[in-house]
């Protein structure tokens, strides 16, 4: 929902989301300047707390137009 967390609770919120909807959907954002390997962790913590199916929000770069 757009709240920042701990980590710990960040991992209860998750559990007890995944509890009440089965089929719920994880959607990852972090910001651009944030470590990969912290990206990972937050994966992780995510597939611990038994929600396997997940999305990766990514800002792409805005395309520059062609010269002519």
């Known amino acids: 929902d757009g709240e920042l967390l701990e980590r710990e609770e960040a991992s ?17 954002s972090a910001d651009k300047g944030l470590e990969y390997g912290e990206v990972v962790k ?5 597939k611990q707390s038994g929600i396997n199916t997940f999305a990766l929000n990514i800002e792409r770069e805005k395309a520059v137009a062609a010269k002519e």
Do not use: F, K, S, T
């Not at 209860?12 to 990852?28: K, T």
């Open 12 to 28: 209860l919120e998750i559990i007890r989301r995944a509890e009440q909807n089965p089929n719920i959907q994880a959607v990852i």
């Open 42 to 46: 937050i994966i992780d913590l995510v």
